[in-house]
């Protein structure tokens, strides 16, 4: 299988009415790098967005996209499917890009991903584009996952931890997001663009099991 490179999808995301900005534009490459096939897709659409100068109005109709899926979760498992042919893709694609029919980037952009089977990684593409947004505009994000709902004190405390760690750089803007997942069981689990540090109880177990397992 070949790989899947960012720049040729780019090439084709890239509407035909915003070629002949790819030549002049020079600051079309994504702010932070992005891992995963929903991230290549994810930087191959910033970089066509660059070109044609439309990076906020992505923003926008993907953002669009994704009130569409969390409105109907059985669509997200319908466009997953791999049974889907070229008809079943159209006409998806004609249903849910209704909404932005004037954003040629992001309409090519479901076109893409209809031809290369992979309509499922939507969601995870719109998520990473907005991570690349986040970082065009100098804001970092950390999502701390824990246990239960974190006191504003303590989350106080660990931004001010994190906007002096080497993970945000000078002049960057960070953004505290707690999510609870009860499953961690204790401690916590902070994530920072791509990288993740797991503090929490339920990873300490696995790793306890594991060494157990090796020993026996």
Known sequence: MFPIRSASIARAIVPRVGRAY???????????????????????LYTASAKTRSLDSTEKSLQTLKGILQKDPKLETIISSPTLNAGDKSQIIAEIARPIASDKTVKNLLEVLAENNRLGLLRGVIDKYSTLMSAHKGVVEAVITSASRLDPRTVSRLETAISKSQYVGAGKTLEVVNKVNPEIRGGLVVEIGERT??????????RLNKLLTDAL
């Open 197 to 206: 540090i797991d503090l929490s109880v339920s990873a300490k177990m696995s």
């Open 22 to 44: 790819a030549a002049a534009s020079t600051s079309t490459r994504p702010p932070v790098q992005l891992f995963g096939v929903d991230g290549t897709y994810a930087s191959a």
